[in-house]
């Protein structure tokens, strides 16, 4: 079974992003796939400020993306970039360790101005630390995704569906690399 690592860049929870990436797992999870969320916002600060690569509070993440076929990262955008809080844990990985992996980038922001950041601001990085395959970006303006009183997220029909119909090409796109890892196994 494929297995998923969802990165939250939020430095706040909860938020629309982290609700953005549980919707994502959630929807993941309900077609077979194994998931995970790690929070940057839970690893410690020092840790990630001071560059301590070999600090053992990143040893669980950094296995966990090892072991992943895919990887969601989501951030919100701020100042029209990702946010400082997840750029200071991409630093801190091995340097191909999104080599093999099917990637989906996620982002939340105020206004659809910045929609392109993560094109030109994230994707560059991913594509240093080794990501060749990078789905399409869900981009969501904040005003799409309303929290409800029970805290609980209401996305807007047309983020919903858009959000779907690219989370349904990662399932397939992650489970087609499984297959293609198996019959060059077996090949073999």
Known sequence: MAYILAIAGSPSHPSRTYGLLEYATKFISQQGLETDIISVRDLPAEDLVYGRYNSPALEKP??????ASGVI????????????LLKSFLDLLPQK????????PLATGGTIAHLLSIEYALKPVLGELGARHILSTVYAVD?????QA?????LDKELEERLQEVLKEFVQTVNNAQLDVKQLAYSN
């Open 150 to 154: 029970d805290g609980n997220l209401q």
């Open 73 to 84: 990262i989501a951030t919100p955008i701020y100042k029209a970039a990702y946010t400082g």
């Open 143 to 147: 005003k799409q995704i309303q929290v």
């Open 62 to 67: 950094k296995a966990l993306l090892e072991q």
């Open 97 to 104: 360790a999104l080599t093999g992996k099917v990637l989906l």
